[in-house]
């Protein structure tokens, strides 16, 4: 993957407002993957099981980029559509939104629809903050705990983001722009005269 830069949302965001006795309700989250954006849509139809629709739409980096949108018992294209429509004009990729609406007892039609859910994720977009982003890769990288110093030395040096675990073997689990991966194998297969193991993760790249 190149280091082509890509906006995204930078946090959690969401927007709440009625219309006509109807209540919409948007949410909008960075993810990294297909299985995180699935995962988001899940945890938000099982919070608002109550709700009369649980509308989603995800754009994720992938190869190629992934995109999909569901209308939940909305009228054909009234509700998902418009909502990836928002993602798609604003240009963000990695991120997944959810717009949940209690019916209030008037119909709105579906222009008044389409209006109702993209403003939704407009909103909930907004609340998020948009940034720019690189595609990062996850390491896996385990070492003996008297390398442990030396590797998380390098890390903190390099400023990427990690946890570690320490345990019998000592386990970091890094988060590095793709374009910076090799590098920082190489340092840390030097530092540690190969004995660091380092692999990617399940989710990676990103």
């Known amino acids: 993957m190149t280091d082509e830069r890509y906006r995204t949302v930078a946090g959690p965001g969401e927007a709440r407002f009625t219309i006509s ?52 018992g909305e009228p054909s294209g009234s509700a998902g559509k418009p909502a990836l429509n928002v993602l798609e004009g604003q240009d963000l990729e990695n991120v997944v939104v959810v717009v949940t609406r209690f019916f209030g007892g008037t119909e709105l039609g579906v222009g008044g629809l389409v209006s109702a859910y993209s403003r939704a994720v407009k909103e909930a977009i907004d609340d998020a903050d948009v940034r720019e ?6 390491l896996a990288i385990e070492v003996a705990y008297d390398d442990s110093g030396t590797v998380r030395g390098i890390l903190e040096s390099e400023g990427v983001e990690f946890e570690a675990a320490y345990e019998e073997v000592v386990s970091f689990e890094v988060r590095v722009p793709t374009t910076e991966t090799d590098a920082l194998r190489d340092r840390i297969a030097s530092a540690t005269s190969g004995r660091a193991t380092v692999g990617a993760t399940a989710d990676s790249p990103m």
């Open 21 to 72: 006795g109807s209540e919409f309700i948007g949410h909008a989250r960075p993810v990294e993957t297909v299985e995180a954006a699935e995962s988001f849509v899940d945890s938000i139809r099982a919070e608002y099981d109550d709700a009369t629709h649980n509308v989603p739409a995800y754009r994720v980096r992938a190869d190629p980029l992934r995109e999909w949108a569901s209308d939940d």
């Open 133 to 138: 982003e690189r595609p990062h890769e996850r």
